[in-house]
Nanobody, 122 residues
Framework: QVQLVESGGGLVQPGGSLRLSCAASGFTLDHYYIGWFRQAPGKEREGVSCISISDGSTYYADSVKGRFTISRDNAKNTVYLQMNSLKPEDTASYYC???????????????WGHGTQVTVSS
């Protein structure tokens, strides 16, 4: 059974950091891209970052460039999203998704996790 499980969300003050994890099971990620998406209440889902499992190529939304870093641990079948200098506008539910690059880029990946909540507030 294919499964993606996110963890690491929580409440953090502005300027703080969190590291999200996306653990995959039931399939190997070798030929996939993993993307992180977020959705705040009343807003559309937004692509945040994605990474190629095979060669580590990374992509970032302009809104998070320089603050977020995506990485992978192939041995653990896990992808991470290190989020630094967090802002209140980063508050959202964060989801990871897996598929080939065009589908991840378009936000129509076949495999999705259930999400983890990130709240940035003082």
């Amino acid at each position: 059974q294919v499964q993606l499980v996110e963890s690491g969300g929580g409440l953090v003050q502005p300027g703080g950091s969190l590291r999200l994890s996306c653990a995959a099971s039931g399939f190997t990620l070798d030929h996939y891209y993993i993307g992180w998406f977020r959705q705040a209440p009343g807003k559309e889902r937004e692509g945040v970052s994605c990474i190629s499992i095979s060669d580590g190529s990374t992509y970032y939304a302009d809104s998070v460039k320089g603050r977020f870093t995506i990485s992978r641990d192939n041995a653990k079948n896990t992808v991470y999203l290190q989020m630094n200098s967090l802002k209140p506008e980063d508050t959202a539910s964060y989801y990871c998704a897996a598929d080939v690059f065009p589908k991840v880029l378009a936000g129509v990946a076949d495999y999705w996790g259930h999400g983890t909540q990130v709240t940035v507030s003082s």
